[in-house]
């Protein structure tokens, strides 16, 4: 059997709509209810929350994998910068220590605020004074110190004690002084307080709201995004932060210029007096010994030989840095020490590697103090460094090799010169010598002195790391809390609650309370559906009857009778799983709905342990059904017409002995009764026992047409339903959904069976 419902909004797909609208449609006054909450909430939330306002900076990184690279004029004065990656510049911008320094400058540590009725605000723009610690490192922590300002007398007022502006004074544990505020916007107030809290603790609360971010991702510009309460302070914050990263860099350039400057000073010393001293060796032979001019051929060898000794000298001392720069990077402690200078060494990748290990080591310094030993920041930092090393060495002995292959040339060339020297007179020979010596202590000196005037000016030149693109400027109007997201949630939460409580209320049941479910659980049919019947009678349907219970009698009715020219269904059986699901009601009442339509009907009542329609009608109990199957009367005898109509006949109960009705049921007579019936009514109505309790519905069934199966709504349990696919024992069975009680609010919101109007045609199991 099947039952077609069609209401025009079915989803092909399964999904009806109409039906979710009618199951949580019949609760408006809760979604109601929820919403007006909901709103309200929302408005006492927007009206009382702190407004965060967000202000935005953005800067330039030299990076030295992106971006165009500075003239040959600026390099010159960059000789101690370093060029920078972007993600790591990100995270020393956005670093707690960057952070605690600004928190210091700018006396975050002892924030003012006003209190309010409802919640307190702060001072920062609208206190006129603001608070200094002597020490804020070591300072303690306080809880609020309320104070009052005389403008007249210039004092700030603490309970009965005065303290005048700018003097420092003890104040419980620590020495701070009052002084004026140069943030104030002149608005007026009067309870003020403040707090003293750890710079550590404030530095953290701003790393929470700070955000570094690249603007995309081939750019080297970044964006410091920063929220807080007050956009002036956020301002200040950001624009702190930019100015205390650039003078930490400075101060790290600085500090590897003055290093490298005092090697070269320190190697200027020790040249010059070796200068004065061969100076003094010329005067002194020449004095001595009358000579004042060498020949021309003297001269000549003295050239060469004294520019071979430059070299080999200069050589020397490169083959020294060599060594001080191999004992710098075998020295494996990433810590940012002293770099040896690379005077004399011209070779720009030997002193990018350096700068590069340095830069490395310097950031693994800055991120040793704010980062875990394992965080990602100093395990990358540890892997770059160890990466770069073996470059360095490698490009280290490659110098070595051929400045000592060099040496040696120059060296076997020098012997050259020297035999022919030694044909100079002994004067001539020992006066080249001292020049010679004279010269290569000089070019030394001059290139020392060179390279010293280099790093003064690059000390000179602050030229910063980053480049301000953007000051700080703060939104002007709060970024949080979002009025539109709010009322959306305000809007959206109470029908996500509602449908939530109904949806719990009505699925976490056992019972059957949709149609919908009957329809899931089981292949078989719903034929018809009976609201509750609130008239507590047992009898609904008659000539008068105009109401809706009556109209859907008809409706299953004519849903049973449809198609009933090619399938007669004569033979009606009416049960259920368990006792009080109504079939009795059911069989009842649609015995008067076929009697209205001038059939002669017969109703049976065949459920021997509660017999109840007999009593409804007011025909005597006995001789019954039980009779005749014990074979004490005739099946003429057990007929009874009743009152209401002459069409309709009831078959009683009747008495039953000792023996079993199931057993009755198994002795042929019965057979015999429904074809002697049938044969003699238009239709045959069976009100049987529940299958769950008595076998009498599963022996009566082959022999009828058609088995009605009465679902009560909450009442009848769903796993009844998920057994019912599995009897075999029922045949062309069809599901009357029984006491539809309404839902929510009203008295005829009928949502659990979703409307009415079923055509019904046969379909076999």
Not at 234 to 241: F, I, K, Q
Not at 484 to 499: C, H, N, R, S
Not at 720 to 736: G, M, T, W, Y
């Amino acid at each position: 059997m099947q039952v077609n419902s069609d209401n025009g909004l079915s989803n092909k797909n399964g999904l009806d709509f109409y039906q979710l609208w009618l199951r949580y449609v019949v609760y408006w006054p809760w979604f109601l209810v929820l919403f007006l909450l909901a709103v309200g909430g929302a408005w006492l939330y927007l009206h009382y929350a702190t407004p965060i306002y967000a202000a935005t900076a953005r800067v330039l990184i030299k990076d030295e994998s992106k971006g165009a690279e500075d003239s040959k004029e600026i390099e010159f004065l960059k000789i101690a910068n370093s060029k920078k990656l972007i993600e790591n510049e990100s995270e020393v911008l956005g670093s707690k220590s960057l952070l605690q320094n600004v928190v210091l400058q700018l006396g975050l540590y002892a924030p003012v605020y006003t209190e309010g009725q409802f919640r307190d605000a702060s001072a920062y723009t609208t206190s006129p004074i603001r608070i200094e610690v002597k020490e804020p490192e070591a300072l303690t922590e306080t809880d609020k110190i309320a104070f009052t300002y005389d403008k007249g007398r210039k004092t700030v007022n603490i309970g009965e004690t005065r303290y005048p502006l700018g003097q420092w004074v003890a104040l419980q544990n620590d020495t701070v002084r009052f002084l004026t505020n140069e943030k104030y916007d002149g608005t007026p107030g009067t309870d003020y307080y403040f707090t003293l809290v750890h710079p550590t603790n404030i530095g953290w609360f701003f790393k929470e709201n700070l955000e570094v971010l690249p603007t995309s991702k081939v750019s080297t510009i970044l964006q410091l995004t920063l929220e807080d309460e007050v956009a002036q302070r956020a301002e200040d914050v950001l624009n702190g932060l930019m100015t205390a990263y650039n003078e930490a860099a400075l101060q790290d350039k600085n500090v590897m210029a003055r290093n490298t400057l005092a090697f070269v000073e320190d190697r200027l010393k020790h040249v010059e007096q070796d200068l004065s001293s061969v100076e003094s060796q010329i005067e002194n032979y020449k004095t001595n010994t009358g000579s004042i001019d060498i020949g021309t051929q003297g001269g000549l060898f003295l050239k060469n030989v004294s520019d071979n000794d430059q070299k080999i000298g200069e050589i020397n001392m490169q083959l020294a840095v060599l060594d001080q720069i191999e004992a710098y990077v075998l020295a494996k402690n990433n810590r940012a020490s002293i770099v040896p200078s690379t005077v004399g060494i011209n070779d720009p990748i030997l002193s990018n590697l350096l700068n590069l290990l340095y830069n490395a080591e310097l950031e693994y310094e800055k991120l040793k103090n704010t980062e875990g030993a394992n965080s990602p920041s100093l395990t990358s930092l540890t892997n770059q460094i160890a990466k770069i090393r073996p470059g360095i060495l490698e490009n280290i002995e490659s110098h070595r090799k051929t400045l000592a292959a060099t040496r040696t040339n120059v060296q076997s060339t020098n012997q050259t010169y020297s035999s022919a020297i030694r044909t100079i007179p002994e004067k001539e020979k020992k006066l080249i010598d001292i020049n010679r010596k004279r010269n290569i202590v000089s070019g030394i000196y001059t290139f020392l002195l060179q390279k010293r005037e280099d790093l003064a000016l690059s000390y000179a030149a602050s030229i910063p790391n980053i480049t301000v693109v953007d000051k700080a400027e703060a939104s002007d109007y709060p970024v949080a809390p979002k009025r539109k997201k709010v009322y959306l949630f305000a809007f959206v939460i109470p029908f996500i609650l509602g449908i939530g409580a109904v949806t719990m209320k009505e699925t976490f049941t056992g019972k059957v309370l949709f149609r919908q479910e009957i329809e899931t659980a089981t292949v078989y049919p719903v034929i018809g559906e009976i609201v509750h019947n609130r008239s507590k009678k047992p009898i609904v349907v008659g000539k008068n009857e105009r109401t809706f219970i009556a109209e859907q009698f008809r409706q299953l009715r004519v849903a049973i009778s449809v198609n009933n020219k090619y399938n007669p269904r004569k033979k009606i059986l009416v049960t259920s799983s368990i006792p009080s699901e109504g079939k009795s009601f059911v069989a009842l009442n649609l015995a008067l709905s076929f009697a209205l339509t001038d059939k002669k009907i017969v109703l049976m009542e065949l459920d021997i342990n509660h017999p109840n329609i007999s009593n409804k009608l007011d025909i005597p109990h006995s001789p019954g059904l039980a009779d005749y199957l014990q074979g004490t009367v005739g099946p003429e005898k057990i007929i009874r017409q009743s009152a209401l109509f002459d069409n309709l006949f009831v078959i009683p109960a009747g008495e039953l002995s000792e023996n079993s009705f199931s057993e009755l049921l198994e002795n042929g007579r019965i057979q015999r009764l429904l074809d002697y019936l049938g044969d003699l009514f238009d239709c045959v109505i069976i009100d049987a026992a529940p299958v769950n309790s008595i076998t009498d519905a599963y022996i009566l069934s082959p022999g009828c047409d058609l088995t009605l199966y009465v679902v009560r709504h909450k009442y009848t349990q769903k796993l009844f339903l998920a057994r019912l696919d599995q009897n075999s024992h029922l045949k062309d069975v069809a599901i009357v959904f029984n006491d539809i009680h309404s839902r929510g609010f009203g008295k005829h919101h009928f949502g659990y069976g979703y409307g009415y109007g079923y055509s019904y045609r046969t379909a076999s199991k």
